[in-house]
Nanobody, 124 residues
């Protein structure tokens, strides 16, 4: 059973930084793609970034490119999201997601494992 547990959310001022963690268990994730999505109040869940676990290839939404960095630690089975230069519009619940192989799109339904989410609030 795949389990994803996020941590690291909190309240930060605009321009600040946070690092989110996603601890993964229940599988060998070398053949998985891991992703971060976010959902702001009243909005749909949106794609933020993804990483292919074995190759390390990454892809970012335009809204976070140059500010956010996704990475993984093989020894700890953990994926990270380093968020810099945070803006109030980054406020959302951030979710870790996983799918075996490659996703067919940067959409919620292309991932079949999800964490419970962690709240990120950026004050202006």
């Amino acid at each position: 059973q795949v389990q994803l547990v996020e941590s690291g959310g909190g309240l930060v001022q605009a321009g600040g930084s946070l690092r989110l963690s996603c601890a993964a268990s229940g599988r060998t994730f070398s053949s998985y793609t891991m992703a971060w999505f976010r959902q702001a109040p009243g909005k749909e869940r949106e794609f933020v970034t993804r990483i292919m676990w074995s190759a390390g290839y990454t892809y970012y939404a335009d809204s976070v490119k140059g500010r956010f960095t996704i990475s993984r630690d093989n020894a700890k089975n953990t994926v990270y999201l380093q968020m810099n230069s945070l803006k109030p519009e980054d406020t959302a619940v951030y979710y870790c997601a996983a799918v075996y192989g490659s996703p067919w799109g940067e959409v919620e339904r292309s991932y079949n494992y999800w964490g419970q989410g962690t709240q990120v609030t950026v004050s202006s």
